[in-house]
């Protein structure tokens, strides 16, 4: 087993969770016959690796510790406090939820990140399957499909989607045979000339450009020559008729240097150098792809008119594609390290703090980015809960959410005539707060209407609104009476000049229209009768309007009577 990285990184607290990690899985062994250490020995040298805190690492050498042994999360709290405790929690909470079958993969996406809460035990769960499926050879054949499946269904997309690029595209290429075994075979065995051809073709290329730019005065951090992955390949080609010919990344050119102007000058030399394909050059620095990968994309005629891809960005921009979310908390402690991280121990609540920040980051990047936002908020926002219909679906309400919540979010009917609600099988009561995972079924009967007492308990708005006018609608039923469509006013005032527009002006202030009005003179007592309808209104608005009327000099008689 290699410890190597640990022993490198002289931390006491990595070691002593090391220590506790050997104990707990002691005797235990993987698959393939290894000692069950190297597992969570892998997971945190990985995670390491992608610059999360040293309470990560932590965590994912804790990760299975509390499954597997006697261990309980308590201890961990005593030995390493509340910030690892809740980490490990976390992931313990991940790996015994049982997953709902038949879902659709973006359900269960929403509802792996809502388990998460934190997005650094999402990240570290996604270092414990990228070392699962290293490992899928030895898992008894029958598992291995649907691991490999629900990797690139559900994990592969989590991680692209966090910016982890790399690691979503390791994730696919390790599910691929697995997923294809023949197509995968296929692949391999047609691309290998192919790519090998390309990759020569490439380094021919290679030195051509770097004496040109340094003619420019632009020394490149690193060019090297990309090869397109398996999977991601085999999707493209799924795409232009299994027609190896119509891909042109297959191996593409990566050019990365040192600052952002650099990477325009590369592009103006590189299309100077050989004429640029048209509708083929993409700026995704200016307008970055949702999960926030920048770079500067052109494919151009080059040497015996062959075509290449040429990808140019920074070194910043690069760590960011690859590593994603998990690249900010790199250049976050390095930042902190420097100046601030002494002014971190005196707040409070650090890690808020940072989710704050963080949240920051990528709600600028994102902004218009709906979708990704959306599955990015589900993290920071953990007042929310996530439960499932009787046909798997999920349905997602604030914490506190009732079964009557439920019930409204499915219909409104529903919600209406709700009597009861199985949660999990049991029968429990409509003011029963829902968690995370429960199987909600509402029991409704015909004609049934909800009650007062409902309101002191519903948690979402739509709940309450429809809750309310149902009662409403109901109690005005009871008195066999339908609601008030409008209001008539009978106004009796002096007949002087300008009178009506003194009356018209008080509905106008109160911007209530009027849809009706008369006045009839009677000469004799110089009185004038205004009849005047509006829309219905409340009580106290009514009230109101009243006095105002009577204030109007010259007022005799001010009433009004409902119109149903
Ligand atoms: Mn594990």
């Not at 010919?245 to 150098?273: F, P, Q, S, W």
Request: charged share 30%.
């Amino acid at each position: 087993m290699s410890t190597a990285w640990l022993e490198k990184t002289h931390s006491p607290l990595l070691d002593k969770a090391y220590e506790v990690a050997l104990k707990a899985h002691e005797g235990e062994r993987r698959m393939n016959g290894d000692p069950y250490i190297v597992h969570p020995l892998a997971v945190a040298e990985a995670v390491q690796s992608w610059g999360l805190d040293e309470d990560s690492v932590a965590a994912a050498l804790l990760h299975d510790v509390v499954e597997d042994s006697s261990i309980t999360i308590e201890d961990i709290r005593k030995e390493f406090g509340d910030e690892i405790a809740f980490l490990v929690q976390g992931l313990t909470k991940l790996q015994n939820i049982a997953i709902p079958k038949n879902q659709d993969a973006e359900n269960l996406r929403k509802f792996i990140i809502a388990f998460s809460e934190d997005l650094r035990v999402l990240i570290i769960k996604l270092a414990d399957r990228l070392h699962n499926m290293r490992t899928l050879q030895f898992l008894p054949e029958e598992r291995q499909k649907p691991f490999a499946l629900e990797t690139a269904e559900i994990y592969a997309p989590l991680a692209y989607r966090l910016g982890m690029q790399k690691l979503s595209g390791e994730l696919e290429d390790l599910a691929f045979p697995y997923i294809h075994p023949e197509e995968y075979r296929w692949l391999v065995h047609e691309v290998k000339d192919t790519y090998e051809e390309r990759q020569e073709y490439v380094r021919k290329v290679l030195p051509l450009i770097e004496k040109t730019l340094a003619s420019h005065h632009i020394k490149p951090i690193a060019i090297d020559a990309r090869a397109k992955r398996y999977f991601s390949l085999y999707k493209k080609l799924l795409r232009h008729n299994m027609n190896l010919n119509e891909i042109h990344d297959l191996v593409a050119l990566r050019i990365i240097v040192k600052t952002v102007e650099e990477c325009y000058a590369v592009l103006g030399v590189i299309h100077a150098m050989w004429p640029p394909m048209t509708g083929r050059f993409k700026d995704y620095i200016a307008r970055p792809k949702p999960n926030g990968y920048r770079s500067l994309h052109t494919t151009v005629f080059c040497i015996d008119n062959k075509i290449l891809e040429v990808q140019i960005k920074t070194k910043e921009m690069h760590d960011e594609n690859e590593l994603g979310i998990a690249a900010h908390w790199a250049y976050e402690q390095v930042k902190s390290s420097n100046k601030t991280r002494s002014g971190w121990k005196g707040v409070k609540n650090k890690k808020e703090l940072m989710w704050v920040q963080q949240l920051q980051n990528w709600q600028k990047k994102f902004a218009s980015q709906e979708e990704f936002l959306n599955a990015v908020k589900v993290d920071f926002f953990k007042d929310r809960i996530f439960v499932f219909t009787p046909h798997n679906d999920v349905i997602d309400l604030p914490a506190g959410s009732t079964p009557v919540d439920f019930a409204y979010r499915i219909h409104s009917q529903i919600g209406d005539s709700c009597v009861g609600a199985r949660v999990n099988g049991k029968i429990t009561p409509l003011d029963y707060e829902l968690k995370s995972g429960d199987v909600v079924e509402i029991v409704t009967q015909k004609g049934k209407k909800p009650t007062e007492g409902w309101l002191r308990f519903v948690k979402t708005s739509e709940a309450r609104k429809k809750v309310k006018s149902a009662i409403n609608e109901n109690e005005r039923k009871l008195i066999g009476k339908a609601a008030p469509k409008a209001v008539e006013f009978k106004v009796v005032n002096a007949d002087r000049p300008g009178f009506l527009k003194d009356i018209t002006e008080i509905f106008a202030n109160s911007k209530i229209n009027i849809t009706f009005l008369t006045s009839e003179t009677d000469h004799r007592s110089a009185f004038s009768t205004v009849i005047l309808r509006c829309p219905t209104l409340p009580q106290g608005k009514l009230e109101t309007l009243v006095v105002k009327l009577k204030k109007i000099s010259g007022s005799k008689e001010v009433s009004y009577k409902f119109l149903r």
